[in-house]
C-alpha cells in the first residue's frame, strides 16, 4: 500500500505581506515612507500600516519621526546569529578571504547563488583601502549580468537554470552594464574556457572586480571568489590583472578544503 502524498499546507497571508514589506528595504532603500512602501509592495495603505505598526511592536521596523520614514530594526539583527545559511562555507573561506585582501590591497568577497541572484556570504576589506562607495555587505544580493564574483556564478550555472536567469530581469547600475542575454551567454562561454572573470566598470563606474568560480571535487559550482577596487589599480600584465594568480590560488585553496571535508 502505497503511503498517500500530504497535501501542501496552505499559506498565510499576512506573514506573506510582511515578508514582503521586509524584502522592500535593502541597500538602496534603507529608508522609505510609506507611500514609497506601498508602491513598492503593491500593498493597500491601510494594510501597509497595520503591517508596520505590527512588525514595529516586535523591533522588526523603526519609524523615524522627523522624515516620517521606516526602516530595519534591531529586531531584525538579532535573527542574524540564527541563521546557518552558508556558515560552513564561510568559516572555511575566511583564511584565504583575508590573505587575499591583505596580499592584493583590495576588498575580497565570497559569492554564492542564490535562487536567481548572487548572494554575498562574506566580505573581507583591505586594511589599506579606504574608498567611500557601496560595497556589497553580507546578505546583498546583486543581479548576475555584472561585477566578477556575480559573473563567474552566471557562467558556472546549468544551461537551463541560466537560462532562467537570463530571462529574468536584470540590473543596469552603469551604463557599461551588460543587459542582452545573447552577449550575456557569448561572454558565459568565454568565462568558462578561461576560468575568470574582469568586469570593468559594470557597477560602479571607476571601479572593477576580478572574479573565479569554486569548484567541489566533482567540478560542480559551489561559490566564486573575487576582488574589487579601482579600476586603475588593476595592473595589467601581458593583456591579464596581476591579481589573477592570487585571485585563483585563493579559489583554488577553498575548493581544495571542500573537497577535505
Given at each position: 500500500?502505497?503511503?498517500?502524498?500530504?497535501s501542501?499546507?496552505?499559506?498565510?497571508?499576512?506573514v506573506?505581506?510582511?515578508?514582503?514589506?521586509?524584502?522592500a528595504?535593502?541597500?538602496?532603500?534603507?529608508?522609505?515612507s510609506?507611500?514609497?512602501?506601498?508602491?513598492?509592495?503593491e500593498?493597500?495603505?491601510a494594510?501597509t500600516?497595520r503591517l508596520l505598526?505590527?512588525?514595529?511592536?516586535?523591533d522588526?521596523i523603526?519609524?523615524?519621526?522627523?522624515?516620517k520614514?521606516?526602516?530595519?530594526?534591531?529586531?531584525?539583527?538579532?535573527?542574524?546569529?540564527?541563521?546557518q545559511y552558508?556558515?560552513?562555507l564561510r568559516?572555511?573561506?575566511?583564511?584565504?578571504?583575508t590573505?587575499?585582501?591583505e596580499?592584493?590591497g583590495?576588498?575580497a568577497?565570497?559569492?554564492?547563488?542564490f535562487?536567481?541572484s548572487a548572494?554575498?556570504?562574506?566580505r573581507?576589506?583591505?586594511?589599506?583601502?579606504h574608498?567611500?562607495?557601496r560595497?556589497s555587505?553580507?546578505?546583498?544580493?546583486?543581479?548576475?549580468?555584472?561585477s566578477?564574483?556575480?559573473?563567474?556564478?552566471?557562467a558556472?550555472?546549468?544551461?537551463?537554470e541560466r537560462a532562467k536567469v537570463?530571462?529574468g530581469?536584470?540590473?543596469?547600475?552603469t551604463?557599461?552594464?551588460t543587459?542582452?542575454p545573447?552577449?550575456?551567454e557569448?561572454?558565459?562561454?568565454?568565462?568558462?574556457?578561461?576560468?575568470?572573470e574582469?568586469a570593468?566598470?559594470?557597477?560602479?563606474?571607476?571601479m572593477?572586480?576580478?572574479?573565479?568560480?569554486?569548484?567541489?571535487?566533482?567540478g560542480?559550482?559551489?561559490?566564486s571568489?573575487?576582488?574589487?577596487?579601482?579600476?586603475?589599480?588593476?595592473?595589467?600584465?601581458n593583456?591579464?590583472?596581476?591579481?589573477?594568480?592570487?585571485?585563483?590560488?585563493?579559489?583554488?585553496?577553498?575548493?581544495?578544503?571542500?573537497?577535505?571535508?
Amino acid at each position: 500500500m502505497t503511503e498517500k502524498t500530504a497535501s501542501p499546507l496552505s499559506k498565510v497571508r499576512a506573514v506573506e505581506r510582511a515578508m514582503t514589506i521586509l524584502r522592500a528595504f535593502g541597500p538602496n532603500t534603507l529608508r522609505l515612507s510609506l507611500a514609497e512602501l506601498t508602491r513598492l509592495t503593491e500593498l493597500d495603505k491601510a494594510t501597509t500600516r497595520r503591517l508596520l505598526h505590527t512588525l514595529a511592536g516586535g523591533d522588526f521596523i523603526e519609524f523615524d519621526d522627523a522624515t516620517k520614514t521606516y526602516a530595519l530594526g534591531p529586531g531584525v539583527l538579532l535573527l542574524m546569529p540564527g541563521v546557518q545559511y552558508g556558515n560552513d562555507l564561510r568559516a572555511i573561506a575566511a583564511p584565504a578571504l583575508t590573505r587575499l585582501a591583505e596580499k592584493t590591497g583590495a576588498t575580497a568577497f565570497l559569492w554564492t547563488y542564490f535562487d536567481g541572484s548572487a548572494l554575498c556570504l562574506d566580505r573581507v576589506n583591505s586594511p589599506d583601502l579606504h574608498i567611500h562607495t557601496r560595497w556589497s555587505g553580507i546578505g546583498t544580493r546583486v543581479s548576475l549580468n555584472h561585477s566578477g564574483g556575480p559573473r563567474v556564478l552566471l557562467a558556472y550555472l546549468s544551461a537551463e537554470e541560466r537560462a532562467k536567469v537570463l530571462n529574468g530581469p536584470l540590473e543596469r547600475p552603469t551604463e557599461l552594464s551588460t543587459v542582452d542575454p545573447v552577449a550575456l551567454e557569448s561572454a558565459a562561454a568565454d568565462i568558462r574556457q578561461r576560468g575568470w572573470e574582469f568586469a570593468v566598470n559594470d557597477f560602479t563606474l571607476g571601479m572593477s572586480g576580478l572574479g573565479a568560480p569554486i569548484l567541489d571535487h566533482k567540478g560542480d559550482l559551489v561559490a566564486s571568489v573575487s576582488i574589487a577596487t579601482l579600476t586603475p589599480q588593476f595592473a595589467m600584465s601581458n593583456g591579464q590583472p596581476e591579481h589573477l594568480p592570487l585571485v585563483l590560488k585563493a579559489a583554488a585553496e577553498i575548493g581544495a578544503s571542500l573537497r577535505r571535508d
